[in-house]
């Protein structure tokens, strides 16, 4: 890993995923996507270069209905192979009887992402990320490569600043979140996510910025 953190950073976006098909296996990679604001740039990629790899969709139960028909486009534009996953559905019924999002954001978070998220983990030998260093202050201090867990995380856009990510978008003619055109930059689950600059919208007020399953 030392050594791939060192060669891959010369590396264009697309060469770095390139290179990781070269590397890895199809089975053995995992991609995720939350088809938010900033999904489709991967998703673009992800369909030129393996185009039969699965995208897992962690539905949580509790994603604007424009999330969903955001997906269903992206699925259609890039002919996406998509894999829907779900959390325990007794434990999801509990965070919505009780309103975990609104008592307790973080076990919330556990249930419906972290916990079905790792379960799919342990079956990969790495997972493909599209996060960027500039959404989060956490994020700004990840590497290309990341071990978590005894996986491999891969991170292949995490040193785009946000001009960066602009220009790619424009360049594909990438998709565009219906949300974002309303002021949303960062999309999650409903309950938790409000307009706002970059992160602001997520979790508003309760000092929390991460959801858990990048850390």
């Known amino acids: 890993m030392e050594n791939w953190n060192k060669t891959f950073p010369s590396l264009s976006h697309e060469e770095r995923l390139v290179s990781l098909y070269e590397i890895f296996s199809l089975h053995e990679i995992l991609v995720t996507s939350s088809f938010g604001a900033s999904s489709a740039l991967l998703l673009h990629l992800i369909a030129k270069i393996?185009?039969?790899q699965p995208i897992h969709f962690l539905d949580t139960t509790y994603h604007f209905d424009e999330t969903l028909a955001f997906r269903d486009q992206l699925i259609e534009r890039y002919k996406l192979n998509v894999v829907n996953i779900l959390p325990d559905s007794n434990s999801n019924a509990l965070t919505k009887e009780e309103q975990w999002w609104f008592t307790k954001p973080d076990a919330c978070c556990a249930v419906n992402k972290v916990k079905p998220l790792a379960s799919l983990k342990?079956?990969?030998?790495?997972w493909i990320s599209g996060i960027m260093g500039f959404q989060t202050p956490q994020r700004s201090n990840m590497n290309i490569f990341e071990e978590q867990n005894g996986l491999f995380k891969f991170n292949p856009f995490i040193d785009l600043t946000e001009g960066e990510y602009l220009y790619w978008s424009a360049l594909y003619k990438l998709p565009e979140h219906?949300?974002?055109?309303?002021?949303f930059e960062s999309i999650g689950c409903m309950p938790c996510t409000s307009r706002g600059q970059g992160r602001n919208g997520r979790w508003a007020g309760r000092g929390k910025v991460e959801c858990g399953i990048h850390l």
């Open 178 to 183: 219906p949300l974002t055109a309303l002021g």
């Open 122 to 126: 342990s079956k990969y030998k790495v």
């Open 50 to 52: 393996c185009p039969t």
